[in-house]
T-cell receptor, first 117, second 112 residues
Framework: GAVVSQHPSRVICKSGTSVKIECRSLDFQATTMFWYRQFPKQSLMLMATSNEGSKATYEQGVEKDKFLINHASLTLSTLTVTSAHPEDSSFYIC?????????????FGPGTRLTVL | GIQVEQSPPDLILQEGANSTLRCNFSDSVNNLQWFHQNPWGQLINLFYIPSGTKQNGRLSATTVATERYSLLYISSSQTTDSGVYFCAARNAGGTSYGKLTFGQGTILTVHP
């Protein structure tokens, strides 16, 4: 199967600090990766789509300067939450798309639980 | 964009029972996936099924693309099947290419 790792799994930080979350596809190359956010008892909401070597595409209402995304290689994408505030506390999940012929299946990382004090 | 609706929102079963979860989508799709989110938040891929029928052990899924729905069947349910089941679909065309849209999920609780 396809494995996506995410690090760290949990982070607690003070308000005003920046937090970087890494997402790696371990056994396949991913031209496209995605970042989602999930609030308790809710569904996943797409924040942005990142393509290797180009700028990320952000969903409406997501602040580009707040959530910096870098997809520097075919196996690594990072999300940096800048100047985090308590309202940024959430569960962040990354996903990588494995493209095989006509099958474009998405696989998900285990998520990062961010708590901003 | 595409709308994805799941039903029922909650389902409570006794161990050993069978169940059917439904996913309706509003437009043609080139990707439809079913996931199980475990208590730790990890999404586990169950099926990639934009059309047709697949089976994997006690689970099976059917997507009727022309009628814009997909069904997930769970037979002989076990307590470990508990969790949230998500359906997610990708529109076959337009500006939303590449983006999976998630339904609201079905919360399944299986009692021993």
């Amino acid at each position: 199967g396809a494995v996506v790792s995410q690090h760290p799994s949990r982070v607690i930080c003070k308000s005003g600090t920046s937090v970087k979350i890494e997402c790696r596809s371990l056994d396949f190359q991913a031209t496209t990766m995605f970042w989602y956010r999930q609030f308790p008892k809710q569904s996943l909401m797409l924040m942005a789509t990142s393509n290797e070597g180009s700028k990320a595409t952000y969903e409406q209402g997501v602040e580009k300067d707040k959530f910096l995304i870098n997809h520097a290689s075919l196996t690594l994408s990072t999300l940096t939450v800048t100047s985090a505030h308590p309202e940024d506390s959430s569960f962040y999940i990354c996903s990588a798309r494995r493209d095989r012929l006509a099958v474009n299946e998405q696989f998900f990382g285990p998520g990062t639980r961010l708590t901003v004090l | 964009g595409i709308q994805v609706e799941q039903s029922p929102p909650d389902l409570i079963l006794q161990e050993g029972a069978n169940s059917t979860l439904r996913c309706n989508f509003s437009d043609s799709v080139n990707n439809l996936q079913w996931f199980h989110q475990n208590p730790w938040g990890q999404l586990i891929n169950l099926f990639y099924i934009p059309s047709g029928t697949k089976q994997n052990g006690r689970l099976s899924a059917t997507t009727v693309a022309t009628e814009r729905y997909s069904l997930l069947y769970i037979s002989s349910s076990q307590t470990t099947d508990s969790g949230v089941y998500f359906c997610a679909a990708r529109n076959a065309g337009g500006t939303s290419y590449g983006k999976l849209t998630f339904g609201q999920g079905t919360i399944l609780t299986v009692h021993p």
